[in-house]
T-cell receptor
Framework: GDSVTQMEGPVTLSEEAFLTINCTYT??????LFWYVQYPGEGLQLLLK?????DKGSNKGFEATYRKETTSFHLEKGSVQVSDSAVYFC????????????FGGGTRVLVKP | GAGVSQSPSNKVTEKGKDVELRCDPI?????LYWYRQSLGQGLEFLIY????????KSGLPSDRFSAERTGGSVSTLTIQRTQQEDSAVYLC?????????????FGSGTRLTVV
């Protein structure tokens, strides 16, 4: 079945550091890929998405590129802020109707001033 | 409404009691999902509704769990004879239909604590 693997946290960074969270997936066909973010005490929010190979999703300074050849969708941000402290979830959904999201285990990121 | 609304936001119940969790999706969204987020773990799919089709119940962990969606809108997740391992945050999400393209909008969740 479909699965998503992402690096375990916590990831602790200083403000303005470069952030990378690795995500790889296993799926049949060509799924859509997502990053969700969960800030402390809040629900999940869609951060960015990519629906086909080589697409780049971007939002709030975060980027991720859909790499079919490596089945990856790594999340990056060039200069993190304290407000980026959150749990980040990588997820996939098959293209077929009736699909559902399969999530990775989440990566907690803590940015220190 | 403007977002996915879940109630209650917090629920503490005694072991063995039944609980009902409510989800009010975004107006016009035909797909509705329930997920469970246990402490320190990822998100576990529970059940999926799409329009008038039969729901996908493949994620329900036991027959103590059930869900319904009335009129293609509001959904209720019911847990009977609650156990301590049912303690988790229950998240509801909705999408316009082809969630695989649009992603899903999540509610803030119901934190269930079974004591």
């Amino acid at each position: 079945g479909d699965s998503v693997t992402q690096m375990e946290g916590p990831v602790t960074l200083s403000e303005e550091a470069f952030l990378t969270i690795n995500c790889t997936y296993t799926a049949t066909g060509y799924p859509s890929l997502f990053w969700y973010v969960q800030y402390p005490g809040e629900g999940l929010q869609l951060l960015l998405k990519a629906t086909k190979a080589d697409d780049k999703g971007s939002n709030k300074g975060f980027e991720a590129t859909y790499r079919k050849e490596t089945t990856s969708f790594h999340l990056e941000k060039g200069s993190v802020q304290v407000s980026d402290s959150a749990v980040y979830f990588c997820a996939l959904a098959p293209r077929a109707a009736g699909n559902k999201l399969t999530f990775g285990g989440g990566t907690r990121v803590l940015v220190k001033p | 409404g403007a977002g996915v609304s879940q109630s209650p936001s917090n629920k503490v119940t005694e072991k063995g009691k039944d609980v009902e969790l409510r989800c009010d999706p975004i107006s016009g969204h035909t797909a509705l999902y329930w997920y469970r987020q246990s402490l320190g773990q990822g998100l576990e799919f529970l059940i999926y509704f799409q329009g008038n089709s039969a729901p996908d119940k493949s994620g329900l962990p036991s027959d103590r769990f059930s869900a319904e969606r009335t009129g293609g809108s509001v959904s209720t997740l019911t847990i009977q004879r609650t156990q301590q391992e049912d303690s988790a945050v229950y998240l509801c999400a909705s999408s316009l239909g082809q969630g695989g393209f649009d992603g899903y909008t999540f509610g803030s969740g119901t934190r269930l604590t079974v004591v």
